[in-house]
């Protein structure tokens, strides 16, 4: 399978926990993005990186949240002291850079905060 | 400011009969449209999109869409509805290149009556 691959596909924790989702791109594109979507809603960007560089933050990327892309290639999202209103699934997408390009999705990461 | 607005967060039509999606976007400048869908627990596939040229957009498994700037609408259509249309179907829009910049809409479930 060469497409977005995420980890773990669903995720329960309690209120307060650490949680850290994984996401591999497909293998040659350089840029990778996060978004959340919660019931009922469409995805919400979050933040995105251009290879290693993270190049942009949503205004909905709390402190609580980090994202990192360490080589620029698989990337982490780290989210501290868990709240149930984090629970959503997270997606994470890559493409080749060019914005004529198509973005690639992952199944995403369903989180649950109890 | 741009925006999407999905009219019907559920649509059900009979096998067979024409599938009619409604999107109305509002953007300050040309927009970039497009139109996903999400299987369950699947991420999200593009079906096509707009950029500029050629109003009437054809996608994958028979969907179109057809930009019409005077009604700011974007309309998905496929003429005759498949049981494995049944899914979720997102209309996004993006004033800007990338897809951090891409705002999405809430979505529509259709639903396929055999």
């Known amino acids: 399978d060469t497409g977005v691959s995420q980890d773990p596909r669903h995720k329960i924790t309690k209120r307060g926990q650490n949680v850290t989702f994984r996401c591999d791109p497909i293998?040659?594109?350089?840029?990778l993005y996060w978004y959340r979507q919660t019931l009922g809603q469409g995805p919400e960007f979050l933040t995105y990186?251009?290879?290693?560089?993270?190049?942009?933050k949503s205004r909905l990327l709390s402190d609580r949240f980090s994202a990192e892309r360490p080589k620029g290639s698989f990337s982490t999202l780290e989210i501290q002291r868990t709240e149930q209103g984090d629970s959503a699934m997270y997606l994470c997408?890559?493409?080749?850079?060019?914005?004529?390009?198509?973005?690639?999705f992952g199944q995403g990461t369903r989180l649950t905060v109890v | 400011a741009q925006s999407v607005t999905q009219l019907g967060s559920h649509v059900s039509v009979s096998e067979g009969a024409l599938v009619l999606l409604r999107c109305n976007y509002s953007?300050?400048?040309?927009?970039?449209l497009f139109w996903y869908v999400q299987y369950p627990n699947q991420g999200l596939q593009l079906l096509l999109k707009?950029?500029?040229?050629?109003?009437l957009v054809k996608g994958i498994n028979g969907f179109e869409a057809e930009f019409k700037k005077s009604e700011t609408s974007f309309h998905l259509t496929k003429p005759s509805a498949h049981m494995s249309d049944a899914a979720e179907y997102f209309c996004?829009?993006?004033?800007?290149?990338?897809?951090?910049?891409?705002?999405f809409g809430i979505g529509t479930k259709l639903q396929v009556i055999p």
């Open positions: 997408a890559s493409s080749a850079g060019q914005w004529g390009t198509e973005a690639f």
């Open positions: 293998s040659e594109h350089n840029r």
């Open positions: 990186f251009q290879n290693e560089a993270q190049l942009e």
């Open positions: 953007s300050s400048v040309p927009p970039y």
């Open positions: 707009y950029t500029t040229g050629a109003t």
């Open positions: 996004a829009v993006s004033e800007e290149s990338g897809y951090q910049k891409v705002t």
